[in-house]
């Protein structure tokens, strides 16, 4: 069965400061792995993807991910974060032969201080 | 426009009554799920209908009953509320594996 992991349940970052998100999964297949951000009261906005090909990605608002098959990992990462960086972040696992159903993390809470 | 909308934002209700939540896309998307939240932020798939035929349904409670007039519409429909109902009920539709999610639906049952 899949899962995704989330190490981390919350990280404080000053703003300017670098972020890494952690997220582990696991999987029997090749999986397709997503990055969502939800901010307090939204829904969830899709923030990058990886299906296949370069296993570094670049997403929306400065973000990426890099995939490493070999530690199944899928870490998310921005140079500098901004104030309303402050959020809570979700891993995602799916596949296309289980009709897109995605496995989610537990989250992870970014707190962005002055 | 919006892509993908949810009626209503919040949800007041007493246990045991029964209650609807709607959801549109307008992205042409032949796939749309129902997520639950929990109060720790654990998002968990309810159902998922493709062309309006289901095709995940998850271990649910029969008190919750979706439904898919068309393939732009997903319904909701939950019977005898309970507390544990509590949550933020998403919507989501999807093609070639993206999924874009609805604003949520905040449903406070007392």
């Known amino acids: 069965a899949q899962s995704v992991t989330q190490p981390d349940i919350h990280i404080t970052v000053s703003e300017g400061a670098s972020l890494e998100l952690r997220c582990n999964y696991s999987y029997g297949a090749t999986p397709y792995l997503f990055w969502y951000v939800q901010s307090p009261g939204q829904g969830l906005q899709l923030l990058l993807k990886y299906f296949s090909g370069d296993t570094l990605v670049q997403g929306i608002k400065g973000f990426e991910a890099e995939f490493k098959r070999s530690q199944s990992s899928f870490n998310l990462r921005k140079p500098s974060v901004h104030w309303s960086d402050a959020a809570e972040y979700f891993c995602a696992v799916g596949s296309t032969d289980s009709w897109g159903k995605l496995q989610f993390g537990a989250g992870t809470q970014v707190v962005v201080t002055p | 426009d919006t892509a993908v909308s949810q009626t209503p934002k919040y949800l007041v209700t007493q246990m045991g009554n029964d209650k609807s939540i709607k959801c549109e896309q307008n992205?042409?998307?032949?796939?749309m799920y129902w997520y639950k939240q929990d109060s720790k932020k654990f998002l968990k798939i309810m159902f998922s209908?493709?062309?309006?035929?289901?095709?995940i349904n998850e271990t649910v409670p029969n008190r919750f009953s979706p439904k898919s007039p068309d393939k732009a519409h997903l319904n909701l429909h939950i019977n005898s509320l309970e507390l544990g109902d509590s949550a933020v009920y998403f919507c989501?539709?999807?093609?070639?594996?993206?999924?874009?999610f609805g604003p949520g639906t905040r449903l406070t049952v007392t």
């Open positions: 209908y493709n062309n309006k035929e289901l095709i």
């Open positions: 992205l042409g998307h032949d796939t």
């Open positions: 989501a539709s999807s093609q070639s594996g993206e999924q874009y």
